[in-house]
């Protein structure tokens, strides 16, 4: 993103959040750069960088987003206080020292203060176990990641979490750093990107230090490496990692690693290297149903109460949000940000009405969500079988498999409710899709062909 784009996000940010607000919190900051997807703001204070962080960041990464920058998260730098500065070093060094040696709003993982550990990734104080809603698509994501946090023996290694876009992944890696970081100070726990372990890799090449690298890797009690995807494609940093993962698994030490898909399902990583990815526990984070997001924004709506406590919210509006809305959390989380700075702005209620003014651009990309027609038209195409004999009455199993299979997509991507999905599979009764519903759910847990079908046809049904 360039300085002009920042400029003009902060015109919108300007209009979002009114003018007090906006000189108060939103002047102040600088746009630095992008980088490994995390946008670095430089702040004045580290008590402003907080109260941006948490009151208009959500926001602040929605806007990002809406003006295409690829951004994930973003940190606050301290201004420096040069005088207090070790020697200059280059830029993208100096970055990460300052991210590492200030407090600011994003914490850095304690273990990098110290020159011969790994300088990790620093770690966003919001994603804690405390924070992170459980509901029935993220409870054995989170049973595990639990139980990785208590830092007792290890018992699967690797833990290996998956799933779409913004369903919190990050988060719960990030929430497994702070718990262990309490309950087992005495661990070297490093959490860093994929991304950041190739440039740390490619560094050390340049800088001849390959050894350093391998000695300060292979000190790690606890590695987590988040989207492991991006290393895909990429030799010499997949052998490295492959090296790296071997010596610490031979040691008993815990990894954990998050990616965007299952680890068979990676293209252009090596087999080996799959294979080791899948020796521990692989557990997915499942699309987000209308439960747990309606959760989620529960908790969220705290927050936001605290910051406008003046603000009535009627009731209905989060059940609204929860049931169109069904991209993923940080949409929905940036919704109910952009809500609560909006009324605040205009001072009115959060009715049904400003919810539907508000939002408007949000709930509309959302309604152009998947269609039961399309989920059809994929799944028929995907088995190869004729879209009319899916619809149709036949009922071997050539058909009848598909079928249930189109079923089951259609009650996990769509809002319709099984009479209406029913009717839309030649005005079958919705006993007859709740059994196809539950048949694929068991088939899921039970064989590998279906489970990764359902995966595929799922990430095809999300581009
Ligand atoms: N169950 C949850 N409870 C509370 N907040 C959640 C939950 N799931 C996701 N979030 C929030 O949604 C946002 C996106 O989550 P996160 O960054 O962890 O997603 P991700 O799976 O890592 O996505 P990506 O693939 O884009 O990296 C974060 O602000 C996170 O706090």
């Known amino acids: 993103m360039t300085q002009e784009q920042w400029g003009k996000l902060q015109q919108n940010l300007l209009t979002t959040v009114g003018k007090n607000n906006y000189t108060t919190w939103i002047e102040p900051l600088e746009f630095l750069e992008i980088t490994d997807g995390v946008a670095i703001f430089e702040v004045p204070t580290s008590f402003l960088g907080n109260y ?13 987003g809406e003006v295409g920058a690829n951004v994930r998260r973003i940190n606050f730098r301290v201004a420096a206080n040069l005088s207090q500065r070790p020697a200059p070093v280059a830029k993208k060094e100096t970055l990460t020292d300052d991210v590492k040696q200030e ?67 990050t988060h719960l890696m990030h929430a497994i750093a702070w718990e262990l970081q309490t309950r087992r100070p005495d661990l070297n726990v490093v959490y ?41 494609g990429k030799d010499s940093t997949q052998e490295e990692f492959f090296h790296t993962f071997n010596a610490l698994v031979d040691q008993n030490k815990q990894i954990i690693i998050s990616a965007d898909r299952a680890p068979g399902e990676i293209k252009d ?83 049904m009405e400003l919810t539907q003014d508000c939002l408007a651009d949000v709930l509309r990309a959302s309604e152009r969500k998947i269609t039961v027609e399309e989920i059809q038209r994929k799944v028929s195409e995907h088995y190869n079988i004729r879209l009319s004999d899916m619809i149709g009455p036949k009922r071997v199993r050539t058909y009848a498999r598909p079928r249930q299979v189109a079923m ?56």
């Open 269 to 351: 990583l090596e087999d080996r290297i799959k294979s080791r990815l899948q020796c521990g526990l692989v557990v997915d984070l499942h699309p987000t149903d209308y439960e747990l997001r309606l959760g989620i924004l529960q908790s969220k709506v705290d927050l936001h109460r605290r910051q406008y406590p003046e603000l009535e919210l009627a009731p209905g509006v989060l059940e609204f949000l929860a049931h169109r809305i069904s991209t993923n959390v940080r949409v929905l989380e940036g919704a109910l940000t952009r809500l609560f700075a909006f009324a605040s702005l205009v001072g009115r209620p959060i009715t």
């Open 103 to 169: 407090e600011p709003a994003v914490a850095a993982a304690p273990q990098a203060a110290r020159e011969d550990t790994v300088p990790g990734a620093p770690l966003d104080a919001r994603f804690t176990f405390d924070s992170f809603v459980v509901g029935k698509p993220n409870e054995l994501a989170h049973a595990a990641a639990r139980r990785v946090a208590e830092g007792g023996p290890v018992t699967f290694n690797p833990l290996f979490l998956y799933g779409g876009v913004g369903l919190g992944k």
């Open 192 to 232: 860093l990107s994929a991304e950041q372990f190739m440039y740390r890799f490619v560094q050390a090449l340049r800088d001849r230090k390959m050894m350093d690298f391998k000695q300060l890797f292979r000190s790690v009690d606890v590695l987590m490496v988040d989207d492991v995807q991006f290393i895909a």
């Open 408 to 463: 089951y997509l259609c009650k996990q991507l769509t809002s319709r409710s099984l009479p209406e999905i029913g009717r839309r599979f030649g005005g079958r009764d919705h006993t007859t899709v709740m059994h196809g519903v539950k048949r694929i759910e068991e088939l899921r847990q039970q064989d590998g062909q279906i489970a990764e079908d359902l995966e595929m046809l799922r990430r095809a049904l999300e581009a």
């Open 52 to 64: 941006v962080s948490q009151n208009f960041g959500d926001l602040i990464l929605h806007q990002l």
